[in-house]
């Protein structure tokens, strides 16, 4: 499948609402010499700007299912290859901020401990009391990590036990969508039993160190288990668009209204859960967070029609290009790279929000064109396969 240019930018516009959570909660102006925190912008969608994460989590399975799902149902996916492209995509530049992240904690004299080892594996997902330790956003990396690992065997489920071999299309009969339905259910049943019963066992074994499994929120929020639901939402839209139907269902301006109005409900969404975080309901805020990852589903398929005008508005060169350096963008924020640009875009006034921006792509570009172009090219020829070659 080619690159659908709109979705490689809403990576950048998911990547920034993450920023601009960390920026309204962890950098707010009256700690930086500025004016008061309810000053910026659309603060309360900002203060629920993690639900970023949902947005990655639902476009990866999107993008995975529809470039590898029809390979795997045909008995055709190279496992090598697909790994090795999995790990060239992101553990280089994760170990190279990982690395100057820990050598500025020793210079710091912070002596090495088994914490590290936590956080230099990108296992800290695993770990409640050590998820924001080393690079603090890298948590979601470990259930990327444990997606990837996951995704082949799902679609081989799903190719044996509902939709038949092969990459043919198939028409989707209710006794065919039923059993696609139970795949990714019992997928979802299977995942979270794992890591409730990796809670359990950890508590039955007395495994403390770094709250290994932590308790049921932690699973929730920050394991495959309890976040496979927003991955398989983007694989159901992945098969969607698989069928070649979109192009009547959303022609003329409805790919438009349709993203049009996912992003108004994404936007809604952020405020609800604001409230809900106000009222301390965990209810409403999990509600909130679902209905990002549904109403994400929508605007990725209206997105995929790139033809409408909502689509060649994302498509824009620039635009683009900070969508395939967001990955840096992403896991820049909280780390000590971060404290230089803080510093130089202090004292600029209204101007500080746009510069430190600006400095932030600077060096994910630079991370981009230096480090991760070249190593995920150099890893993937390398260790390949003939699959590769």
Known sequence: MKEIRSLTTLRALAAFLVFMYHYAWMFPPQTRGGAAAAALPLLPLWRSGQVGVSIFFVLSGFLITRLYYDRFAAGQGALRLYFVKRVARIWPLFLFFAAI?????????????????VTC?????????????????????????????????????????????????????????????????????ILFGVAAGALLLARALGW??????GDLPHVMHATLGGRFP????????????RQGRLATVLRGGRATAVALASAAGIAGCLWWKDAALAAGSAAQNYAGSYAV???TGLLILALTREESRASRALSGGWA???????YGFYLLQLTVIMEPLLALTDPLGPWRLPALCLLMNLVC???????EK???RGLVARFGGAAAA
């Open 374 to 376: 070249p190593a995920r």
């Open 121 to 189: 594996t990108m296992s800290q997902g695993f770990f409640r009391d050590l998820r924001y330790a080393g690079l603090p956003t890298a948590w979601s990396l470990t259930i990327e990590e444990n997606f990837y690992a996951v995704a082949p065997a799902v679609y081989i489920a799903l190719a044996a036990l509902a939709l038949g071999r092969g990459p043919g299309l198939r028409p989707w009969r209710p006794a065919v969508t039923a059993r696609f339905t139970a795949v990714l259910a019992g997928a979802a049943a």
């Open 365 to 371: 570009a630079a991370c981009y064109e230096l480090i």
């Open 208 to 213: 403390t160190f770094g709250g290994f499994m």
């Open 101 to 117: 992240q820990h050598a500025v904690l020793l210079l710091r004299g912070t002596p090495p401990s088994a914490d590290w080892l």
């Open 320 to 326: 683009v290009y900070l969508g395939r350096i967001s």
């Open 230 to 241: 927003e991955f398989a939402l983007g694989i159901a839209c992945a098969f969607v668009h």
């Open 293 to 295: 990852a549904l109403l």
